[in-house]
């Protein structure tokens, strides 16, 4: 069966959600036959599309269908929807690993792998990302470094990245968020966002030939809760009722905003800079840094221009940063 007669069904019926459209309508509208409806709408429903049909009646998406939707996701993109394609899945390891291997094989730029949910899900450090069903955003974009005119710079992407979270967040919700250096997204304190950029060198001349950004937002609160480790570390996202019908269109519109705030800053050269330092909660902090798998506990002076963090470590000398992790709650 072609996914286009899907994306279609799914098409029409998320823009009459609730309502219900005949079978009849449906085969006439996109030129196929009641069966191949029918079919399509079954094999919709596998992938976990809540679908009613009622005889005489029709076909209807439920109001409450969860789902992230390549359809939707674009719908929500006035400026970027050609850049971008979307692989969606239901249950992977990682999006970052399935993205990786894509990317290996020479998948094009702006290719983004998508899941419900991962079963191991991991961030910097070896740490697993808390993954569940439905809840979060859990995606991951590949950058096709061979075909890039640009040169790629991995403090720039991954603080492009935080940034785009960042101020999506604020396009879809009434939430402030802050930035943890590099790249940590902050809601009251609390990680609200995860991002890991990961990528490979060519032997041959020494560059990048891929890289996959993978971002993890826990946008709706989980239905059992955050894990007891994570409770007093981990927010979700409040969404603005008036501007998002359902659920469902927070995570796609969100994802939506997302891609297209990262793409005016990484392709089309928009200057963050400034808003991601005035979003940078480190700034004045006596932090403890952890640089070669050495903790300093230093006073943090400023971010430049590049994006490596200014310290003064406790003897005076000023220095340089431009990776490492930085704990702020010192006991
Ligand atoms: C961190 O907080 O250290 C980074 C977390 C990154 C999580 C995202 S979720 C999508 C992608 N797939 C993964 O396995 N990890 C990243």
């Known amino acids: 069966?072609?996914?286009?007669?899907?994306?279609?069904?799914?098409?029409?019926?998320?823009?009459?959600?609730?309502?219900?459209?005949?079978?009849?309508?449906?085969?006439?509208?996109?030129?196929?036959?009641?069966?191949?409806?029918?079919?399509?709408?079954?094999?919709?429903?596998?992938?976990?599309?809540?679908?009613?049909?009622?005889?005489?009646?029709?076909?209807?998406?439920?109001?409450?269908?969860?789902?992230?939707?390549?359809?939707?996701?674009?719908?929500?993109?006035?400026?970027?929807?050609?850049?971008?394609?979307?692989?969606?899945?239901?249950?992977?390891?990682?999006?970052?690993?399935?993205?990786?291997?894509?990317?290996?094989?020479?998948?094009?730029?702006?290719?983004?792998?998508?899941?419900?949910?991962?079963?191991?899900?991991?961030?910097?450090?070896?740490?697993?990302?808390?993954?569940?069903?439905?809840?979060?955003?859990?995606?991951?974009?590949?950058?096709?470094?061979?075909?890039?005119?640009?040169?790629?710079?991995?403090?720039?992407?991954?603080?492009?990245?935080?940034?785009a979270v960042s101020k999506s967040i604020e396009e879809v919700s009434n939430e402030n968020t802050q930035i943890k250096w590099v790249n940590d997204v902050f809601i009251n304190e609390k990680k609200v966002c995860g991002i890991l950029t990961e990528g490979a060198f060519s032997f041959e001349d020494g560059r990048l030939d891929y890289a996959v950004i993978g971002i993890g937002v826990n946008v709706n609160f989980p239905k059992n809760g955050f894990p007891k480790e994570l409770d007093n570390i981990a927010a979700s996202i409040n969404l603005k009722n008036d501007t998002i019908n359902t659920q469902s269109d927070m995570r796609n519109i969100l994802i939506a905003k997302i891609l297209e705030n990262l793409y005016d800053y990484y392709f089309n050269d928009v200057v963050f800079y400034e808003e991601y330092k005035k979003r940078s909660f480190l700034i004045g902090k006596k932090v403890s840094i952890n640089i070669n798998d050495k903790e300093h506990i230093v006073r943090v002076l400023d971010i430049d221009e590049t994006f490596a963090l200014i310290i003064e470590f406790q003897n005076g000398k000023i220095d340089r940063v431009i990776s490492g992790s930085v704990n702020y709650k010192l006991s």
């Open 1 to 163: 069966m072609t996914a286009n007669i899907k994306d279609n069904i799914i098409s029409i019926l998320e823009s009459n959600k609730g309502l219900f459209i005949s079978g009849e309508k449906l085969a006439n509208d996109l030129n196929v036959s009641r069966t191949a409806i029918w079919k399509a709408v079954k094999s919709l429903r596998n992938e976990g599309y809540d679908i009613y049909s009622v005889s005489n009646k029709g076909y209807s998406l439920s109001k409450e269908t969860d789902m992230l939707s390549s359809k939707i996701i674009k719908n929500n993109m006035p400026k970027y929807s050609d850049k971008f394609n979307f692989k969606i899945y239901k249950t992977v390891e990682s999006t970052n690993i399935i993205a990786r291997d894509m990317a290996v094989n020479g998948a094009e730029s702006g290719t983004v792998v998508l899941a419900e949910e991962q079963t191991n899900g991991y961030g910097r450090n070896g740490k697993s990302f808390f993954s569940p069903y439905g809840t979060g955003i859990y995606m991951s974009i590949i950058l096709n470094l061979k075909k890039e005119k640009k040169l790629f710079n991995s403090s720039f992407i991954t603080t492009a990245a935080a940034m």
